[in-house]
C-alpha cells in the first residue's frame, strides 16, 4: 500500500512539476523555502568574473577596438558541465524564461555595484521572428527584464530587428563568422536611439561577433554610447 501511495505521489509531484517546477534547474536539488528559481547552493558556487574587483576585463580586452564601448560586464564565466551552463540551456532549450530573470537581476545589481548604470536604454540582442515563434521568448529579454528590476531603466525590443535567420556559428571561423552576421540587424526607429546611451545584453559572449555586428549598426545613429552586458563569457 505504501508503496502504491509512494507511486502516486511521485506522479503527482512529476505532473505537477510540469507546471510549478519546483526543483533547481541548475542541479537538481528541490528549492526551498527563500529560494525563487536557482537554489542558493548554485547562485553561491557559480564561476563569478568579480570584474568590479579587478583591472583585468576579458570582455573589453575581447571586444577592444570593434567599436566604441564605455562599460563591458560579465556576471560569469562560461564553463562547460557547470552549473552555469546547465542553467543557461535550461533558459534557452527549456522554456525556463524565468531562470534570465533571476540571473538578471544579480547582473543588474553588480552593474550598480560597479558604478555602470548610467545607461539610458537597455536593448537585448534581438532574435529573429522565426526563433521568437520557436522559442516563444528571447532570452536576453529576460536577462534584461531582471536588469530593469535591479536598476529601473526602459527596454526596448522594437527599434532594431534581427531581419536575417543565422544558423548555428559553432563550426564557422572568425572571417566566416563575422560574414555570417555583419548585416543580421537593422535599425528600424534610429529617432528612439539617438544621443542614447545604450545597454547590449546578452546570455553569452563568445566570439563578440554578434554584439560588434550589433554595436556597429547602433553607432550609425547619431550621438550613441554602448555599453555591453551579459551573463557569461567564454574563458579562453
Ligand atoms: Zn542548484
Redesign the pocket.
Known sequence: MKNYENRIKFYFDSVLGLFYPNN?P????PLVAGEKY??S??ITDLPYTYFKNTRKNIVSELLLGRFNLENASSLCYFIKSG?LQKLLHNLKYNNRPEIGQELGIYLGNELKKSNSDDFDVIVPVPLHFKKLKIRGYNQSEEIAKGIKTAIDKPIDTSSIERVIYTETQTKKNKIQRWNNVKNIFEIKSPENLENKHILIVDDVITTGATLEALASKIQTVNNTKISVASIAIAKK
Open positions: 533547481c541548475g542541479c537538481g536539488a536557482i537554489c547552493h548554485c552549473r
